[in-house]
């Protein structure tokens, strides 16, 4: 073997192991569809690279025989393979165990031929010298192009299709499909080259060398085996929704098997009349027969059930711009509309319940606290110190419980309010709320640090919930010095709010029902006030926070300028 042979040789073995270095890649993605022809893909390609090496290092006529035909083998896997592969990436076909044993049968059927070729010299001529490519090329019979007429006619078919996806996809599938094509390009130039001039060596092996490096950047950059994508055909086909295409003669010319479970049609359903295909809607074929594009909904009674769907008609129109047809979409909204139906009947539910508590209860407790209250202030003034610290103590409930029921309201108000937030200014809401605390609580020293103007973005109930805050911080406490100190302060980009006292701390039963957002049978808040500035500082998209000290609590608010 002279010099220019080895140097072959080592290029037919090194075009042989480069493919191999995909397996991996290719492996952590076994689950994609394309999967299995890409691995049938690389193992052909090397078997073609390996075996064109042997039969170049080896001088007897039967070695190169078998190199030839292991190398025949190489070709129809790869073949196969790369069809499996741009199949799977358009959609075509699925790799199932079917087409895979299909496909099979063309390696196997040649594989016969080529190693029983001296019974009937259907694959190479009698006159052929297997240590010769030039000779093997200019003596192949039959079946050799019935294999490249095969061969030729799969990668054409696949090429077609994914030129088909280069023309009508964008973006990353785009790039995918450009390097799926092009990676086709360099095995078949050089294989068509080396059988038509017969080349005194195979140059295909040096093709997929190529094939190799392009596919590798695909596998890498664009991430050909991660980002799987699935044909358009496939995604119909599982679609849930009764997906139908009409052509402009009113025939059904395709749908999906959702679409024939609906209407009850097998799969002679292409070219059946519309009135026939919808007979089970035929209300709804009749109404919207001559519709080019709607987006509605309609109700179908089918066996006595009624039955709500969303129906889309859209038109489907020739390059030239001329209809040639409509796509129906049927998806059903049944389940939909009685859920509709049932919060429809909840809201009615609560908006009586609302009612009663609102305009009867309600109502109802501010007239009898009246009384109560009429009562025992004439009880207080006329019964001895007893008495009359007794009727104080039901005296001061009867406030209790008007103030909550007041709050009551309130929160009633801040609910059917629409609450969008707007710009004002934070220090006239603190120092007013300030101002509104010292006065009903006059033993209470409310200290109060503010700039001289803050602008914030809240919804307007903030005033509540600031009021509230200072309201609390006083009210609760029991100090023999009570005071409140609020601060605040512009920073960050936003408004921190300070409200610290030297009372009793707010009970962690109330703060534990504050973080929960509800309370339970066993658990019941009775601080309103907190919990209106817990729902005013959400909606203003605040944040609020509560530091419960030995002595006293301080609420630190942020909201967002």
Not at 234 to 255: F, H, L, Q, Y
Not at 326 to 354: C, G, P, Y
Not at 481 to 508: I, W
Request: contains cysteine; hydrophobic residues 45%; glycine residues 8%.
């Amino acid at each position: 073997m002279d010099l220019s042979q080895s140097i072959l040789v080592v290029a037919y073995v090194a075009s042989g192991l480069l493919p191999l270095v995909l397996l991996y890649p290719v492996s952590r993605n076994r689950g994609n569809p394309g999967a299995v022809g890409m691995v049938v893909t690389i193992v052909g390609v090397s078997i073609w690279g390996f075996a064109s090496a042997v039969h170049t290092a080896v001088a007897s006529e039967g070695l190169a025989f078998v190199a030839w035909n292991v190398l025949l083998l190489g070709a129809s896997l790869s073949i196969i393979g790369w069809f499996l592969v741009l199949s799977a990436f358009t959609g075509l076909v699925t790799p199932s165990r079917r087409v895979i044993g299909v496909l099979a049968l063309e390696p196997l059927f040649v594989q016969v031929f080529a190693w029983t070729n001296s019974a009937h010299y259907l694959v190479y001529g009698p006159e052929t010298s297997f240590t010769a490519v030039s000779s093997i090329v200019a003596n192949y019979q039959l079946v050799f192009w019935i294999h490249a007429a095969v061969g030729y006619g799969l990668n054409t078919i696949a090429a077609l299709l994914v030129l088909s996806e280069v023309l009508s996809t964008r973006g990353v599938r785009r790039t995918q499909s450009l390097a799926l094509f092009g990676s086709l390009i360099p095995p078949t130039i050089t294989n068509a080259v080396h059988l038509v001039v017969g080349t005194p060596f195979d140059l295909t092996p040096f093709g997929f060398v190529v094939m190799a490096f392009i596919l590798g950047w695909a596998l890498f950059r664009v991430q050909l085996m991660d980002v799987v994508p699935i044909g358009r055909e496939r995604a119909v086909e599982n679609m849930t929704d009764a997906a139908i295409t009409v052509d402009s003669k009113g025939r059904v010319v395709d749908c999906n098997p959702a679409a024939r479970e609906l209407f009850g049609v097998g799969r002679d359903y292409v070219g059946m009349p519309g009135e026939q295909f919808f007979a089970a809607f035929p209300e709804a074929f009749q109404r919207f027969r001559d519709t080019t594009e709607i987006d509605t909904e309609i109700s179908v009674t089918q066996n006595g059930i009624e039955r709500h769907f969303d129906l889309e008609i859209s038109p489907i129109h020739e390059l030239a711009g001329k209809r040639e047809g409509r796509l129906i979409v049927l998806r059903e909204i049944t389940l939909l509309k009685q859920r509709e139906a049932e919060l429809r009947e909840r809201q009615q539910d609560l908006d009586l319940l609302r009612q009663v508590l609102s305009r009867v209860l309600r109502h109802n407790i501010r007239n009898d606290l009246t009384v109560v209250k009429g009562y025992n202030e004439l009880f207080a003034a006329e019964l001895d110190a007893e008495h009359s610290a007794m009727a104080e103590t039901v005296l001061s409930k009867a406030d209790d419980l008007a103030t909550i029921s007041e709050k009551a309201r309130t929160v009633e108000k801040l609910i059917q309010r629409d609450q969008q937030p707007v710009a004002l200014d934070l220090t006239a809401v603190v120092r007013d709320a300030c101002s509104a605390s010292q006065s009903r609580f006059p033993d209470v020293d409310v200290t109060v640090q503010t700039p001289e103007d803050c602008i914030v973005e809240a919804i307007p109930s903030i005033e509540l919930a600031v009021g509230n805050l200072v309201e609390n911080a006083a009210e609760h406490n029991d100090s023999s010095d009570p005071t409140v100190a609020v601060t605040l302060t512009d920073r960050d980009g936003e408004a921190h709010l300070s409200v610290s006292d030297n009372g009793p701390g707010v009970p962690k039963q109330e703060l534990r029902l504050l973080e929960k957002g509800e309370e339970t049978p066993l658990e019941h808040g009775s601080g309103l006030g907190l919990w209106i500035v817990g729902w005013v500082i959400r909606k203003s998209e605040a944040s609020i926070g509560y530091d419960v000290g030995e002595v006293g609590t301080t609420v630190d608010v942020r909201i967002p300028k």
